[in-house]
Structures are given as structure tokens and as C-alpha cells.
């Protein structure tokens, strides 16, 4: 019996600093309402879903930054969300900033959660890679102040829901082939990845050009690399002035793009995924157990950064 699973990437367009969690939730609904017209059985949001992409601006006032944290999920505004998708029987993966106390120690963490059919939620994933800076930085356009505003997130479990082995990422993840590897050990068959990028990075703007292209390479060759479908979700647009790259599409394990959307706006894409499709791959070219070589991948887990060999001697690369 073939294993489908009918996928639609959420994207969203602009979320204004202004708009509430309510307008928010009304757009995911919209999008959610469509998907289901379509058949599908799943539709994966951006990384924080819920309001604009905060970390870009530097905040003093802890209140302030906390007002884009959920302490609850679902809470009042997020409810409807949870509701709808139990009435149309249909599956979601949402991306939002979590704070939550831990033995008295308030944590905050960029989350995505994987909601079944009868709105339960099924998975939980805490972002692990988190990029830029941690103090403020007033020689950029923008700010990048994920290390600031989170902790990282501890590990990349999979859950088996809709019919198959299904993982999560978030944005700067996806960059990490060590991200798909780790879910690849555990027979993962899709890798769903909501994202913020903005198109230009002020410590390398050479890479402007590029982002969209890097945005693809990476997720085509997770895809690929592990056999799984990829599901990767832009916020994208002008938002609060700064341009975020779109790009949202559904990979095959094959590594090929086999649904985009078109625009910059609320859209979705979708596809109709086999997931058995994945078995050639980590039967023949990607068979861990045969070909693998674990062995020799030491220094992956035992050392952070580079360290080269300078006159005989180890030297840390800056
Ligand atoms: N949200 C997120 O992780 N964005 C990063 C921007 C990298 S530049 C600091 C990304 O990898 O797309």
C-alpha cells in the first residue's frame, strides 16, 4: 500500500510589527482553509509565525521582547487555529517564539510544533542553530539578534505521524547538513523547515545574490543526501523594510524541487508525496548501514571550529 501524504507549504507574506496575533491567525486559517480544498493532508507555516521577525531590532526592555513570546500553546488568540484544523481533519506544522518555566528558570526558544489531524500535538522542536549576534551591533542595516533573544534547542527527534517519519527544522538549520543526518539515522521521510531570510546578510553581502540559490542547495541536498522529502516555508517579502527571500517549495527525495510558489505573498504549494519514493534511495546509494563509515566521522562531534596544522603545530582558525 503506497504511503501519501498531500503537503502544502504556508507561505506567508509580510507580517507588520503592528498586527495582532488574531489578523495573524486569520491569514493561517485562510491559507489552511485552501489547502484543505486541495486535499491535503498537512500544511507546514514559516518559523515564527506568529508576528513580525523581532530579532532584527535591538530591544532594552524585557517586556517589550517578551511580548512576541507564546506562553501557551495553544493560547486565546492561537485556539482557533487548533480548532480548525480538528474540524477539517487536516494536520500542521507552526513555527513560534516559546517561553516557558523550567524548575523556576525562565527559557525562551525559536519552536516548531507538529500538530496531527485531531489537533494534538505530536512533536516539538526547538531551533538548535541560531544565527548572528548576541549584542547589538548599530553598524548594520538591521540587527540579527537571535543569539540574544534564544537558547538552543537540544536535539532532532522525529515522530511517526500521517503515515510515515516526520522531522522538523528551523531557517538556519537547514544550512547544517549535520540537521538531516541526525533525522536521517532515525529513517526520516519528511523534513519540514519553516524560514526568515532576509536577502541581504551584512556580514557578507557578497552572498546577496546568492541567497535564494543557497536557500535551494541546501535543502535539495539534505533531500537528497538522506532520501526524505524537504518542506521548506518563507516568510517572505518587505517586511518592516527589510526584504526576506520567498522560495517556498517541496523537494523529493530525489533532491528536485516538485512544487514553488510564485510569489512574495500568502501562497501555498503543494504536493501529493509517495512516501515510499523515499526507500530507493536509503536502500541503494544512501544505505547507512552498508555504506556508512562512522568511524572516521569523529572529529565531527568531537571538535566545534577548525583547527589546522601551522608548522606541525594545531592552530585555531579564527
Ligand atoms: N532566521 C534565520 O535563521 N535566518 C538565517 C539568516 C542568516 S544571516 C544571519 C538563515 O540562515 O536564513
Not at 501519501?4 to 507549504?9: E, P, Q, R
Not at 548594520?140 to 517519519?165: C, I, T
Not at 535551494?216 to 522529502?229: E, I, S
Amino acid at each position: 500500500m503506497a504511503r501519501f501524504v498531500t503537503v502544502a507549504a504556508g507561505q506567508l507574506g509580510p507580517i507588520a510589527r503592528t498586527a495582532t496575533r488574531t489578523e495573524v491567525v486569520a491569514r493561517l486559517m485562510a491559507l489552511m482553509r485552501e489547502a484543505n480544498g486541495c486535499g491535503c493532508d498537512l500544511i507546514v507555516y514559516p518559523e515564527l509565525a506568529l508576528t513580525t521577525f523581532f530579532p532584527r531590532w535591538y530591544f532594552e526592555d524585557q517586556a517589550e521582547i517578551d511580548s512576541f513570546f507564546e506562553r501557551e500553546m495553544p493560547a486565546a488568540e492561537t485556539q482557533a487555529l487548533f480548532d480548525l484544523a480538528r474540524e477539517l481533519g487536516i494536520g500542521f506544522c507552526l513555527g513560534y517564539a516559546e517561553l516557558t518555566v523550567e524548575a523556576g528558570i525562565v527559557r525562551r526558544y525559536n519552536t516548531s510544533i507538529l500538530v496531527d489531524q485531531s489537533g494534538t500535538i505530536t512533536l516539538k522542536y526547538r531551533k538548535v542553530h541560531l544565527p548572528g549576534h548576541a549584542e547589538h551591533e548599530p553598524w548594520r542595516k538591521f540587527q540579527h539578534l537571535e543569539k540574544r533573544y534564544f537558547e538552543p534547542g537540544s536535539g532532532f527527534d522525529v515522530a511517526s505521524a500521517f503515515g510515515g517519519v516526520m522531522g522538523m527544522a528551523i531557517c538556519n538549520d537547514r544550512r547544517w547538513s549535520e540537521t538531516y543526518r541526525v533525522m536521517g539515522l532515525q529513517g526520516v521521510e519528511m523534513v519540514m523547515i519553516g524560514y526568515n531570510t532576509p536577502v541581504h546578510n551584512p556580514p557578507a553581502p557578497e552572498h546577496d545574490d546568492l541567497s535564494l540559490f543557497h536557500n535551494h542547495l541546501v535543502m535539495q541536498a539534505g533531500a537528497y543526501q538522506n532520501g526524505t522529502f524537504v518542506v521548506g516555508v518563507a516568510k517572505a517579502g518587505l517586511e518592516e523594510g527589510v526584504d526576506h527571500i520567498g522560495g517556498s517549495c517541496i523537494i523529493g527525495p530525489s533532491g528536485e524541487i516538485i512544487a514553488r510558489c510564485a510569489t512574495k505573498g500568502d501562497e501555498i504549494a503543494l504536493a501529493r508525496c509517495d512516501l515510499d519514493l523515499c526507500n530507493s534511495y536509503k536502500r541503494t546509494t544512501f544505505n547507512f548501514d552498508v555504506h556508512r563509515q562512522p568511524q572516521t566521522y569523529g572529529l565531527i562531534v568531537e571538535r566545534k571550529g577548525v583547527t589546522t596544522m601551522a608548522d606541525g603545530a594545531a592552530v585555531k582558525r579564527e
